[in-house]
């Protein structure tokens, strides 16, 4: 008995679903597969050095659990492909490795093969290492592969996003693309809602062109911007929750060597200049609150309240240097352990400067909901406000990591941080 020709229709949007993941896990695949050989190899090369440094002369139940080892990346990289998890890859990537490896361990000893767990263990930082590298390659390769359903504002959108998203009508979308944006506006109507569930059969997600915008971007738009529109996750309230243990720890770690940089400093500060040798400035902090904030002096004492500028005559003689490297920010270290600071958050800036921008703009105010912090996404994003339209502009990222304050995100800030660092990028 033929089918209806509805259902004939039904089954070939199907098979298009079914044939756009495919490719789309072919792609996922491609971009991460360097990294992700690459962790399997190292685990088994790792596992049998380890044997034979051990001097383990069984090589026929070693091979074969060096290949088990090698299976863990494996494992974990196929579990990634299929997510197709956009966020927290650094969790996400931990989660699927510690479950593979798990896995892998569980079927070795059921078949009664010996195995060092000790060699397995330290097989995993290594994987953990490229298949993260993988899993962040394949989500900038996903992130990309994306396509804007025509609209009249969509030119607009393509140069918002600062590169050529493909503008497309919905009868001509690439197997190439696994995901349309469209406009909450324009394309939520009656007329539309045929062709969007079509689109979503053949296999594509759908997505509100500024959702997408803003994380790929990495800022909020202030104009749109609403505090109802964040919604925390009992993941992320745990998370902030834990910071706080996290930033004590952190003090405590760094806390010796610190100690003996900020008394080399203090001397050469008061060598060159004189004293005081630490700056001491009222911060905006949580809640609205002011507090202390200290560093290093690295200006003259009449260097006078404007801000530093490129080769700032008023900068000490070698402190160029301690503020490139962020030395001078050191003393903070003390503000984090009172519970005034933590180590990532939105800078805090001075209590006239930050009633001057409350002013310019009410937004501004939401950077009080959380810790002020040593670094911070806008800092790595935007990078120094010298000017307070600067510090408008900065907002959209501090409201940005207020929305999706996580610990992948931290992670991200600290590499970027240290990448500022060293680089010496954006100091004055």
Not at 232 to 238: D, G, L, R
């Amino acid at each position: 008995m033929p089918k209806p020709p509805y259902m004939q229709g039904l089954e070939a949007l199907i098979r298009q679903g079914a044939s756009r993941r495919q490719n789309s896990y072919a792609n996922s695949a491609k971009a991460a597969l360097p990294a992700f050989a690459l962790a399997s190899g190292a685990a088994m090369a790792i596992y049998i050095l380890v044997m034979w440094i051990a001097g383990r002369t069984d090589w026929h139940s070693i091979i074969l659990v060096a290949v088990a080892a090698s299976l863990i990346p494996a494992i974990a990289s196929s579990l990634l492909i299929v997510g197709a998890r956009l966020t927290h890859p650094f969790t996400m990537t931990l989660l699927v490795t510690m479950f593979a490896a798990c896995l892998v361990v569980a079927v070795v000893s059921a078949f009664r093969i010996p195995i060092s767990y000790i060699a397995i263990a330290l097989t995993l930082p290594s994987s953990l290492f490229f298949v993260t590298f993988g899993n962040i390659s394949m989500v900038r390769k996903l992130k990309r592969s994306v396509a804007l359903l025509a609209f009249d504002g969509a030119q607009n959108v393509q140069a918002a996003a600062g590169w050529p998203i493909a503008i497309v009508s919905a009868d001509d979308v690439e197997m190439r693309f696994r995901k349309v944006l469209i406009d909450p506006v324009a394309h939520h109507t009656p007329e539309w809602a045929t062709q969007l569930a079509r689109l979503y059969l053949r296999g594509l997600e759908i997505e509100g062109w500024p959702t997408y915008l803003e994380g790929a971007l990495g800022r909020v738009d202030l104009e749109s911007f609403d505090l109802s529109d964040v919604s925390y996750s009992p993941a992320q309230i745990a998370y902030y929750r834990l910071k706080r243990i996290l930033d004590m720890c952190g003090v405590l770690v760094l806390g010796i060597p610190a100690a003996v940089a900020c008394g080399l400093i203090w001397l050469y500060i008061r060598a060159v200049d004189g004293g005081p040798s630490i700056f001491v400035q009222q911060r905006r902090g949580y809640g609205g609150s002011a507090f202390n904030l200290y560093k290093f002096r690295t200006m003259r004492k009449d260097a006078g309240p404007e801000a530093a500028q490129d080769n700032d005559t008023r900068i000490l003689p070698g402190c160029h240097l301690l503020r490139q490297l962020r030395l001078d920010e050191l003393p903070q270290l003390y503000n984090i352990w009172r519970g005034e600071m933590s180590f990532i958050g939105p800078r805090p800036v001075s209590v006239p400067i930050a009633e001057a921008l409350e002013a310019q703009n009410p937004l501004y105010v939401n950077r009080q909901i959380l810790l002020p912090g040593l670094t911070g996404w806008a800092q790595v994003s935007h990078g120094y406000a010298g000017t307070e339209d600067e510090e408008i502009e900065k907002l959209a990222y501090d409201l940005y990591y207020l929305k999706h304050v996580s610990l992948d995100l931290d992670i991200i800030i600290i590499f970027r941080t240290i990448k500022t660092v060293l680089t010496r990028a954006g100091a004055r």
